[in-house]
């Protein structure tokens, strides 16, 4: 069974500092994605991932998958209150992406204090 | 932009009870998916289904879960018999076909069922 590890779980930083949060596991996937989610809503999409150490960037998110396509982070720079959520990352079974099953991380919860 | 719209948002049933979620996935999408979130814990894949038939299901996915696609639009998912433990988030997908790999799921944003 394919695992995603989240960490850090929980995360309170101020205002304008930067953050690094990680999505590990022990197995390839095709691709990743990064999600967002509110409380009470669905995970919204940030980005996705396919290329071994691909980077893509999102205004002040900057998103990286391993060489391996085993890992991933997220790095916020000059976090904003508006950055508080819960963010989730999903891997992607099977290479040929048309049976998309996901494999879901448990978040890390960001809260950006004033 | 388009997007997966789910009802009802909120449902409270009692046990035994049947359940059906409704989901209207992206119009030109052609996979569709059931997932759930029981609170506090990790998203989980329950069903696919494209060209009118189920492609995968997991372990949770039992006889008491059936899927259907009765038109061009609606895609459900009939709970038959409410258990305390059904009682999660809903969240139904879709994605467009194809053979890259990067292509995306987009979530709606779910259906939370309580059982009591």
């Known amino acids: 069974t394919q695992l995603l590890e989240q960490s850090p779980q929980f995360l309170s930083i101020q205002e304008g500092e930067n953050l690094t949060v990680y999505c590990n596991s022990s197995?390839?996937?095709?691709?990743l994605q990064w999600y967002r989610q509110e409380p009470g809503e669905g995970p919204v999409l940030l980005v996705t991932v396919v290329t071994g150490g691909e980077v893509k960037k999102l205004k002040r998110l900057t998103f990286q998958f391993g060489d391996a396509r085993k890992d991933s982070s997220l790095h916020i720079t000059a976090a904003q209150p508006g950055d508080t959520g819960l963010y989730l990352c999903?891997?992607?079974?099977?290479?040929?992406?048309?049976?998309?099953?996901?494999?879901w991380g448990l978040g890390t919860s960001l809260a950006v204090n004033p | 932009e388009p997007e997966v719209t789910q009802t009802p948002s909120h449902q409270v049933t009692q046990m035994g009870q049947e359940v059906i979620l409704r989901c209207v996935p992206i119009s030109n999408h052609l996979y569709f998916y059931w997932y759930r979130q029981i609170l506090g814990q990790k998203v989980e894949f329950l069903v696919s289904f494209y060209n009118n038939e189920i492609s995968e299901k997991s372990e949770i996915f039992d006889d008491q879960f059936s899927v259907e696609r009765p038109d061009g639009s609606n895609f459900t998912l009939k709970i038959r018999s409410t258990k305390l433990e059904d009682s999660a988030m809903y969240f139904c997908a879709s994605a467009p076909v194809g053979s890259y790999s990067g292509n995306t799921i987009y979530f709606g944003e779910g259906s939370w069922l309580t059982v009591v």
């Open positions: 999903a891997g992607a079974e099977g290479g040929d992406g048309n049976n998309r099953k996901l494999i």
């Open positions: 197995s390839v996937f095709s691709s």
